[in-house]
């Protein structure tokens, strides 16, 4: 929603602005944080938390790989909400008893009712977008967000 809200005027939706070679030049995580935080408090002439610095790295690692992002953004005890890219198919499993659980999607957001005795712990999501092969999943027993950086 940030880079939406923020970046796609110029890059456009998605960053559809960007070309097919957009991050080959970038190859870590490091080089690709640096250009996100540049292009932060340059042209968006904003200022975002080291997290939210991260969770932006890792959407452009996602929209460089042509795969679906998903994030994980809060949670109460009946309900977790999050983003992920609005084309692409969001599936929930339970991942201690599997079985596909009910996701609501609206745009980029999406809202998951919790079934009695799920934590977010028991959740896997997976995404897929119709043009490309490989899906993203994320067990949120690990993280918040999808692309996360493994170095800085």
């Not at 200022?47 to 996602?62: C, E």
């Not at 994980?72 to 079985?99: D, F, H, K, R």
Request: glycine letters at 4%; one cysteine or more.
């Amino acid at each position: 929603a940030y880079f939406e809200k923020n970046c796609a005027r110029c890059h456009g939706p998605l960053g559809s602005f960007y070309g097919d070679d957009f991050g080959r030049h970038l190859a870590t995580p490091t080089a690709m944080r640096a250009v996100v935080k540049e292009m932060v408090e340059g042209p968006a002439r904003s200022t975002l938390p080291a997290a939210a610095l991260d969770v932006q790295t890792a959407f452009h690692i996602a929209l460089a790989r042509h795969q679906p992002f998903v994030a994980w953004t809060s949670a109460t005890s009946t309900t977790l909400q999050g983003e992920a890219t609005p084309e692409a198919t969001l599936t929930a499993t339970n991942t201690s008893t599997p079985a596909p659980l009910t996701l609501q999607r609206d745009q980029w957001r999406w809202t998951l009712p919790l079934p009695d005795g799920l934590t977010p712990a028991d959740i896997e999501l997976r995404a897929t977008l119709p043009q490309t092969t490989a899906p993203t999943t994320l067990r949120l027993r690990d993280q918040s967000y999808s692309h996360a950086p493994t170095e800085r």
